[in-house]
């Protein structure tokens, strides 16, 4: 069950206060504000980072291939993971995907929602509608379709999928959608490229940064509503 944003907070603040560094917990601060005229995301003087962010953006030696610190200043501060005033008729608990703008919500009680930055592949603006996340696999096997091999050939040796790691196409974790018992072949995903956070890409469906797509897919169980927004 997704948690409050009273019990996110103060289960947060527990963490802090214990020294836990668990993925569950971690603290939702104001975004790295600019300091001055002229900043840019990439310049290492043009923001000051919340040590919360550089804590959620952590290098996770423990994952079962270790996964990479995040350099946020390489990333627009509003696709950080926040929570944000997000109303919606959706239940608590819905996964709402803005593709034209390129957020993911988890919705919560009180008018808000925990929000991701995302990328948007080619594959993403494909589909629309409501339909649920039918399971949800760690570190998974990526399979390419046929029709996806006969336009790459090089993609061939996958045939019978690509072993798990971080520059498989679906990252840390994947998130299967589904529209009642149909397979959309849709996915939420997570990614290596974080420069693909908040644009739209060549390929691919709905791409979290590893350490986001961690973070929901600890939150949400199977069968979770999800929504996706187009144009």
Excluded at 32 to 38: F, I, K
Excluded at 46 to 52: D, Q, V
Excluded at 176 to 190: P, V
Excluded at 202 to 213: A, F, I, K, M, T
Aim: hydrophobic fraction near 35%.
């Amino acid at each position: 069950m997704p948690l409050s944003r009273r019990q996110f907070l103060v289960t947060a603040s527990a963490a802090l206060a214990a020294g836990c560094t668990s993925r569950f917990n971690q603290p939702i601060p104001t975004p790295a504000q600019p300091r001055g005229p002229g900043s840019d995301y990439g310049s290492p003087a043009g923001f000051h980072i919340a040590p919360e962010y550089l804590q959620m953006y952590r290098a996770m030696p423990e994952e079962r291939f270790p996964v990479p610190a995040v350099d946020l200043r390489k990333i627009d501060p509003r696709y950080y993971r926040q929570i944000v005033p997000y109303y919606s008729a959706e239940p608590t608990g819905t996964i709402i995907v803005d593709t034209p703008h390129r957020f993911l919500y988890l919705t919560m009680e009180g008018g808000q929602a925990l929000r991701y930055g995302v990328g948007i592949g080619r594959d993403g603006f494909a589909w629309g509608g409501t339909a649920r996340i039918a399971y949800k696999r760690e570190w998974p096997v990526w399979t390419p379709p046929t029709e996806m091999i006969a336009r790459q050939p090089e993609l061939e040796p996958y045939r019978n999928g690509m072993p798990p790691g971080l520059d498989n196409p679906l990252g840390a974790r994947a998130l299967y959608i589904f529209e009642g018992n149909r397979d959309t072949l849709y996915r939420l995903h997570g990614t290596s490229e974080f420069w693909s956070i908040g644009k739209a890409v060549s390929s691919g469906c709905v791409r979290l940064l590893h350490q986001d797509v961690i973070d929901l897919h600890d939150r949400v169980p199977n069968g979770t509503r999800i929504v996706v927004l187009q144009a």
